[in-house]
């Protein structure tokens, strides 16, 4: 079935570091791809998506393009902020289709000062 | 604009016992799904309720339950609770609209959960 695998955590970086978290995927036909982030004590926020191939997803300074041909939809993001701290989790649904939304097992972002 | 509300924030239950979870929509969303999050782990789903009626289902036994109500906001029951049940119960809600002869969501939007402990 449908699957998502994520690079394992935690990560530690020093402020204004390069960040970079892999995640890649098994599905059949065109899923769309997301990056969602988990705040301590709450829920899931949507941090981007992207629903096709070379599709680039970006928002608070995080980018991640769907690569079809590596089955990949790594995150990165050029400088971190300690506010960055944080769980992100990689997921995908078929296309459009958030019925089942199937989750990586997270990744745990510290950024010290 | 209030997002989604979940309440309890925090229940502690026994084994054996029963537990109702609540849940309410984004403004404007009409379909509600649940997901169990356990420690350390991603969120894996439920079900998901669209016009009061169970539309999909993950692999999870009977003894989890919900309802959607015509306000949209949404149940989640679990029966003869097990220790295993414990975890983070997060409701999420979303758009359905109709396009091309199937029905397609919008993002999900998560509420903050319901942190479930069984002892």
């Known amino acids: 079935g449908d699957s998502v695998t994520q690079m394992e955590g935690p990560v530690t970086l020093s402020e204004e570091a390069f960040l970079t978290i892999n995640c890649t995927y098994t599905?059949?036909?065109?899923?769309?791809l997301f990056w969602y982030v988990q705040y301590p004590g709450e829920g899931l926020q949507l941090l981007l998506k992207a629903t096709k191939a070379d599709d680039k997803g970006s928002n608070k300074g995080f980018e991640a393009t769907y690569r079809k041909e590596t089955t990949s939809f790594h995150l990165e993001k050029g400088s971190v902020q300690v506010s960055d701290s944080a769980v992100y989790f990689c997921a995908l649904t078929r296309l459009y289709n958030n019925n089942d939304m199937r989750f990586g097992a997270g990744t745990r972002l510290t950024v010290k000062p | 604009d209030a997002g989604v509300t979940q309440s309890p924030t925090h229940l502690i239950k026994t084994r054996g016992q029963q537990v109702t979870l609540r849940c309410s929509p984004k403004?404007?969303?009409?379909?509600v799904s649940w997901y169990q999050q356990a420690l350390g782990q991603g969120p894996q789903f439920i079900f998901q309720?669209?016009?009061?009626?169970?539309?999909q289902r993950g692999n999870f036994p009977d003894r989890f339950s919900g309802h959607q109500y015509p306000n949209y906001s949404s149940e989640l029951n679990v029966n003869a609770l097990l220790l295993g049940d414990s975890a983070l119960y997060l409701c999420?809600?979303?758009?359905?609209?109709?396009?091309?002869?199937?029905?397609?969501?919008?993002?999900?939007?998560f509420g903050n959960g319901t942190r479930l402990t069984v002892t």
């Open positions: 599905a059949t036909g065109y899923p769309s």
């Open positions: 309720y669209y016009e009061e009626e169970e539309r």
């Open positions: 403004s404007g969303h009409d379909t």
């Open positions: 999420a809600s979303s758009s359905t609209v109709l396009q091309d002869l199937d029905l397609y969501n919008s993002p999900l939007h």
